[in-house]
């Protein structure tokens, strides 16, 4: 009831940290062009195959953006379409089934509706059926203006495989779809090719196939590729188009594409013995990149900071000078001075400055080597515990119904 969303408030009221001055509204007014990369881990960038890279592309945008190499997932089940509820939401999705699923017309105050009242129109680009993973429910509870689906886009038996329409297909329709979207938009494009089981025709494979016993990791390096070069063309023709020097890109990764079932395969590839808990977790980090053009082409960063998609939504309404106190939201804005860095993973798992936590074990998180739990992990175990279990409870209860900013919750 109310009662319990009083106590969550307070708990998230407790934990907001200030924005940063100089970053707060940085990007005000611009366009957003958000990209959701299919099963796009971070340990494939600045990486070769056989003497080439697999993300050139990727490669050289972190070096004209701000790139966060200590990102986490925190998806579950619901795979892409938990990525989708944490950036919208700041929420976490639920430990078993999609969330999409279960709770698709809760109250929710999504990004795309409260960036209404900053003049924002709001679109979703995705080549597959508006049902898949309940989209077209849920976007309507998110408030998203238009769902540009499988029906929007012109697919051939020439510009698709696999799972529909190719990837470089997609971005070129895209973009001339997003030409037709009244300004400022808040844009989020989901893309497919690079995605289990990883296939291509023989067109688009621009580098060799690895040589391991996974099929599935040989291929996975491939479409990475398609995919890298997909988003090379995306940017150009946003260029051409006048949709580049007015917006902020932000890429993301939604969720790990190779599972622990191919670890002998990526164990070689990294070149270690084996893949230990340490590293399952590690593996966890999915690319998270911002790109404001005139300004981090500029002054690019590497940000180290232990961050988690949770994190997006604050971060990215600060950038466009939108203000979150009194927000329920359980992430923090990446630029803020006072963060807590931390990131806890939907299975309980977490990652603080100095540790890795997973089930019973503890690693220093900067050696890999197993430590002592003791006044090193326990400590923060409570706070991934109430992360999680405060998250579950607004979702469960259908609390945000109770909420109303301008009243904000009686205390
Ligand atoms: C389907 C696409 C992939 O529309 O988003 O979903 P996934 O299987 O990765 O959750
Ligand atoms: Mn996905």
């Given at each position: 009831?109310?009662?319990?969303l009083v106590e969550i ?6 934990n907001e940290k200030e924005?940063?001055?100089e970053?707060?509204?940085i990007a005000?007014d611009?366009?957003v ?9 971070s340990?494939?960038?600045?990486e ?10 990727l ?9 966060f190499e200590?990102f986490?997932?925190q ?7 938990d990525?989708e509820?944490?950036v919208?939401?700041s929420?976490y999705p639920l430990?078993?089934?999609s ?9 929710y105050?999504?990004?795309p509706?409260i960036?209404k ?5 709001s ?5 597959n059926?508006?049902?898949?993973w309940n989209?077209d429910i849920v976007?309507?509870s998110f ?13 051939t038996p ?5 799972w529909?329409l ?5 971005f070129?329709?895209t973009?001339d779809?997003?030409k ?7 844009s ?6 690079n ?5 291509l025709?023989?067109?688009d494979k ?5 040589d391991?016993?996974?099929e599935?990791?040989n291929r996975?390096?491939?479409t990475?590729?398609y995919?890298?070069?997909?988003l090379k ?6 260029k ?5 020097e007015?917006s ?10 190779i599972?622990?079932?191919?670890n002998?395969?990526?164990a070689?590839?990294?070149?270690k013995?084996?893949i ?7 593996l ?8 404001i053009?005139g300004l981090?082409d ?9 961050s ?7 971060t ?5 000078g ?5 927000r ?6 990446l630029f ?15 990652i603080?400055?100095?540790?890795i936590s997973?089930s019973t074990?503890?690693y220093?998180?900067?050696?890999g ?5 003791e006044?090193?992990c326990?400590?923060?175990e409570d706070?991934a515990h ?9 979702i469960y209860g259908?609390l945000?119904?109770?909420?109303n900013?301008?009243?904000s919750?009686?205390?």
């Amino acid at each position: 009831d109310s009662d319990e969303l009083v106590e969550i408030q307070n708990y998230v009221n407790a934990n907001e940290k200030e924005p940063s001055e100089e970053m707060f509204g940085i990007a005000k007014d611009r366009n957003v062009i958000f990209v959701s990369l299919e099963s796009t881990q971070s340990f494939v960038l600045n990486e070769t195959l056989n003497g080439k890279e697999i993300t050139p592309f990727l490669n050289d945008l972190i070096n004209e953006s701000y790139y966060f190499e200590n990102f986490y997932h925190q998806t579950e089940q619901g795979k892409t379409s938990d990525s989708e509820f944490i950036v919208a939401n700041s929420l976490y999705p639920l430990g078993r089934g999609s969330v999409f699923f279960t709770n698709s017309e809760n109250e929710y105050n999504a990004t795309p509706e409260i960036l209404k009242d900053y003049g924002y129109y709001s679109a979703t680009f995705h080549a597959n059926n508006a049902t898949f993973w309940n989209r077209d429910i849920v976007y309507d509870s998110f408030e998203v203006d238009t769902f540009f689906d499988i029906e929007s886009y012109d697919i051939t038996p020439e510009n698709s495989f696999g799972w529909g329409l190719k990837d470089k297909e997609f971005f070129e329709q895209t973009v001339d779809l997003m030409k037709t979207l009244p300004q400022p938009f808040y844009s989020y494009s989901i893309t497919l090719t690079n995605h289990f089981p990883f296939e291509l025709e023989e067109e688009d494979k621009l580098i060799d196939e690895y040589d391991s016993n996974s099929e599935i990791f040989n291929r996975y390096l491939q479409t990475v590729r398609y995919q890298d070069e997909a988003l090379k063309r995306f940017i150009e023709k946003l260029k051409e188009e006048n949709l580049y020097e007015h917006s902020i890109i932000v890429l993301m990764g939604d969720h790990y594409g190779i599972s622990e079932n191919h670890n002998e395969a990526l164990a070689q590839f990294l070149g270690k013995d084996e893949i230990t808990p340490y590293d399952t977790i590690q593996l966890q980090r999915v690319p998270f990149i911002i790109h404001i053009p005139g300004l981090t082409d500029q002054h690019p960063e590497l940000i180290s900071d232990i961050s988690g998609q949770i994190d997006v939504k604050p971060t990215l309404l600060h950038l466009l000078g939108v203000d979150t106190s009194d927000r329920i939201q359980f992430g923090q804005d990446l630029f803020s001075p006072d963060r807590t860095p931390f990131a806890v993973l939907r299975n309980g798992s977490f990652i603080t400055e100095d540790y890795i936590s997973v089930s019973t074990l503890c690693y220093d998180r900067k050696s890999g080597e197993e430590i002592e739990r003791e006044g090193t992990c326990d400590v923060y175990e409570d706070m991934a515990h109430d992360e999680l279990s405060f998250s579950d409870k607004i979702i469960y209860g259908d609390l945000l119904r109770f909420y109303n900013k301008e009243e904000s919750v009686e205390e």
